[in-house]
């Protein structure tokens, strides 16, 4: 069984908090609610490591996380996944492949940590989302994704 490192904690604590900043005082970023965001953050998640070799497996890091944002009762929804079956020693350039991927579909990196720690994260465009992959003390390679934060039952009122 894989353990996530305490500074692994503590950058995926940071990547949720920092999906909780906007400028309206008690606005939802989007108009998403908590099931939506979680099939959102699944999509981003599938068609990001879609730019990775086939013998990719993803395998759950936890279960999808539903953190609280400030002020309540607004929620980010959080997804993490390892990615297995890729060689570690490969990593720079599935971590290369996967900037390539953010930059040309609407992302914008928001920190790149290369060389000395493998660590990229970004922020799309267009609805928010944050993602982020990094190696883990072993070696592997795990990516996550972010809402930002939405209020549980949405603010949609045209779906």
């Known amino acids: 069984m894989r353990r996530i490192p305490w500074s692994a904690c503590v950058?995926?604590?940071?990547?949720?908090?920092?999906?909780?900043?906007?400028?309206?005082?008690?606005?939802p970023e989007s108009p998403?609610?908590?099931?939506?965001?979680?099939?959102?953050?699944?999509?981003?998640?599938?068609?990001?490591?879609a730019a990775l070799p086939d013998?990719?497996?993803?395998a759950p890091l936890g279960r999808t996380v539903s953190a609280a944002c400030d002020p309540e009762p607004l929620i980010t929804?959080?997804?993490?996944?390892?990615?297995?079956g890729l060689p570690a020693e490969e990593n720079d350039e599935h971590v290369e492949a996967l900037v390539e991927y953010w930059?040309?579909?609407?992302?914008?990196v928001v920190e790149d940590l290369r060389?000395?720690?493998?660590?990229?994260?970004?922020?799309?465009?267009e609805d928010k989302f944050q993602m982020s992959v990094?190696?883990?003390?072993?070696?592997?390679?795990?990516?996550?994704?972010?809402?930002?934060c939405i209020h549980p039952s949405g603010t949609d009122e045209s779906e």
């Open 11 to 27: 950058a995926i604590a940071v990547l949720l908090a920092s999906g909780c900043d906007w400028s309206d005082d008690e606005a």
């Open 32 to 49: 998403l609610n908590e099931e939506q965001a979680g099939e959102r953050a699944e999509k981003h998640i599938s068609d990001t490591v």
């Open 55 to 58: 013998s990719l497996e993803l």
């Open 77 to 84: 929804v959080s997804k993490r996944y390892w990615l297995d």
């Open 103 to 108: 930059n040309t579909n609407g992302y914008t």
């Open 115 to 125: 060389p000395d720690k493998l660590f990229v994260s970004v922020r799309n465009d």
């Open 134 to 148: 990094r190696s883990g003390v072993q070696g592997d390679l795990s990516i996550s994704t972010s809402s930002p």
